[in-house]
């Protein structure tokens, strides 16, 4: 049996874990969107897998990588990818239509002299300068063409754009895919599907969405079944049936609890006889140890979030914190819509009625206050500006928040006295009920039902 390291298997890992699952469903997709010549957008919930399965299915040598930073515009875009395509870009003293110095893109290789190899004998290929608006699609397409440039364009860390940058990009990917043959991978944390095509209807059949978020019970279990395998150890059947049912279906937990069971039992890397592991401490233990890793994370959201940009009057992000906080586990996957937040704040704030404008404003910077100003990676929360839906994409943050007591988390955020007095007496105000100790949740009455709403099991 080959020696296989603990850090190969379970834990996150910066490579493909060897005890990687094939989910076929998602895998096919990719390949047929590919040979198909669309662009992917891979998205999902943080730590589930997307950049795991686009190392997997992309050859090192097969694409490049860009990462995507948070001030970055569409000029920045077009030229990483000039740069990692083999450009030296330096800033021209020539500037845009639109103001904007253009840049001047170099392109020099070694190129091996004569037609059979003659070890040490090279010559450098330099072609002429190009002098190019980093803002202009054509100018980078012909910019790529000069080269023969023919790998797949990977883009990480999407979400992290302006949405006006965003919305730029999806413009520009009709023209890379109307004038040329290269594909992207675009890849974002956000859970709805097509959001390029909401940015840019015309990427409508141009552009494959591909969940990568969902593992089913299975897909989970055969993690822990491969790296049973690779380690020759063996989980007592009880444990994982329990860490399936306490995991959130999220793959970062399964493979931080094997790992933290492994280096409890002293297993570093594969045992030379079968070693049935007992685990020492229970499943909702080693959970909350993996999750409580990321406490200092979650309480820097939460008050940073809290904070906002500054002081201001109407402190809208603390408000949209404390909806986040009192809601239910379940409706912060699904998402809470602009008008469950509306309503929130319309009900609760104290300087209501408050100008739906500054609602709004305020949820089209969420990305941007946890990247900028709570220096939060990877985000928390997502605002789907098409859907209009705040949606949690840390599923460690739904386990987290489910251990924590609400009430210190409101009195962190700062939220007024009275209204957490509000929350632990259990105050219905409209469609919003406030149980005591327990988490909002909206019910409208059916004609013909009474104005109360039923009770709630807040499962604390």
């Not at 739904?398 to 007496?425: H, S």
Request: aromatic letters at 8%; charged letters at 20%; hydrophobic letters at 40%.
């Amino acid at each position: 049996m080959d020696l296989i390291t603990l850090n190969e298997v379970f834990g996150i890992s910066r490579t493909v874990p060897a005890n990687y699952v094939e989910r076929t469903d998602v895998e096919l997709r990719f390949l047929q969107a590919l040979g198909r010549g669309q662009h992917v957008v891979l998205h999902g919930s943080s730590k589930q897998g997307k950049t795991c399965l686009r190392k997997w299915m992309l050859a090192r040598d097969q694409h490049i990588v860009i990462t995507c930073a948070n001030r970055w515009t569409l000029g920045d875009i077009h030229s990483a990818i000039l740069k990692l395509a083999g450009y030296t870009v330096e800033q021209s003293t020539s500037r845009t239509s639109g103001g904007e110095h253009k840049i001047v893109a170099k392109w020099a290789q070694a190129a091996e002299i004569g037609s059979e190899r003659v070890i040490g004998q090279y010559r450098e290929v330099v072609r002429a300068p190009l002098e190019l608006d980093p803002f202009d699609v054509n100018d980078i397409i012909r910019a790529l063409a000069e080269i023969g440039f023919n790998k797949y364009i990977v883009l990480e860390d999407f979400h992290y754009l302006p949405h006006e940058v965003q919305q730029d990009f999806a413009v520009a990917l009709k023209a890379f895919h109307e004038s040329a043959d290269h594909c992207f991978v675009v890849i974002g944390v956000w859970l709805e599907a097509n959001r390029l095509v909401q940015f840019n209807g015309d990427l409508t059949g141009r552009v494959q969405s591909i969940d990568a978020d969902a593992w089913t019970r299975e897909q989970l279990r055969q993690a822990i079944t491969n790296g049973e395998r690779l380690l020759n150890v063996e989980f007592p059947a009880h444990f994982v049936e329990e860490l399936l049912d306490h995991c959130c279906d999220s793959i970062w937990v399964v493979q931080e609890v094997c790992r933290t069971v492994c280096e409890l039992a002293g297993v570093l890397a594969t045992q030379t006889e079968p070693l049935p592991l007992r685990p020492s401490r229970s499943v909702p233990d080693l959970v909350r140890m993996v999750v409580d890793t990321q406490t200092a994370r979650f309480a820097t959201f939460v008050s940073g979030f809290a904070a906002g940009f500054g002081s201001t009057d109407l402190e809208m992000y603390k408000w949209l914190l404390a909806a986040v906080l009192v809601s239910e586990p379940e409706m912060l996957t699904a998402g809470l819509t602009y008008q469950d937040l509306k309503r929130f704040v319309e009900q609760h704030h104290p300087l209501r009625p408050i100008n739906p404008g500054n609602l709004t404003h305020a949820l089209k910077s969420v990305t941007t206050l946890q990247v900028t100003r709570c220096m939060i990676n990877p985000i928390v929360l997502d605002y789907d500006q098409s859907l209009r839906k705040l949606t949690v994409v840390d599923r460690g943050f739904l386990i987290w928040l489910g251990r924590q007591d609400i009430e210190d988390l409101l009195d962190q955020a700062d939220l007024p006295a009275a209204f957490v007095r509000d929350w632990r007496r259990g105050r219905t105000i409209g469609a919003h009920a406030l149980p005591a100790g327990g988490r909002m949740a909206t019910w409208t009455p059916q004609p013909g039902m009474t104005a109360t709403p039923p009770p709630i099991n807040s499962g604390r």
